[in-house]
């Protein structure tokens, strides 16, 4: 991840200068989550932090080898699904303004344009995202027939929608399941302290 924003910035980011910016306490962790391939090795990186009043996405990354297959889309999701379960309002996240596929990825799921938040203002290629979090609405589909003189089957006229969200919600709750064909999502515990740059 540093080697990657050094490569497209030419210098590391001043989030490793600002104070607050960089160091993440894990006390204010909510959710980490690694994704795996099929062989076992780390692809995808995300956790969630509370930061004020609203949940904070950090250190999102997928591994070049994985881009294109849906993994953060798939760790968005996760980190909304904690999100709502936690009953936050919103979610809050910061980028650099040269992290073209990054924006597209967070726009497409939602997230729209803020003014930059402490404690990035100052720092020079910042955006701010946010995505306002609404209860997730479960499809349902008959598992019955009914007509005018009978019910035939199971009384019961609807049942949950298999869907990728609901895999990812197990996802928050640490279950290690695919949530893609390539991809497998964890949760994580990170050790105690700040929370800095891999690598």
Known sequence: MVAEVTRVYGTQRDEARTPGARGIQQATVVLTLVGYDNADVPVAHALLRRLRADLEIKRMYVSPSVRGLGAAGSLIVALEDEARAL?????????????????????RHG?????IYEP????????????????????????????????VGNTDTSTPVASHESASAAAADGARLPALPEVHLAD??????SVGYAG
């Open 87 to 107: 009953a936050a309002h919103r979610i809050v996240l910061h980028t650099g303004d040269r992290q073209v596929a990054a924006i597209r990825t967070y726009e």
């Open 111 to 115: 997230y729209t344009p803020i003014p």
């Open 120 to 151: 990035y203002v100052g720092m020079a290629a910042s955006l701010c995202f946010e995505k306002v979090l609404r209860p997730r609405v479960v499809a349902t589909r008959p598992t019955s027939v009914v007509d005018d003189t009978a019910t």
């Open 188 to 193: 994580r515990s990170m050790p105690h302290g």
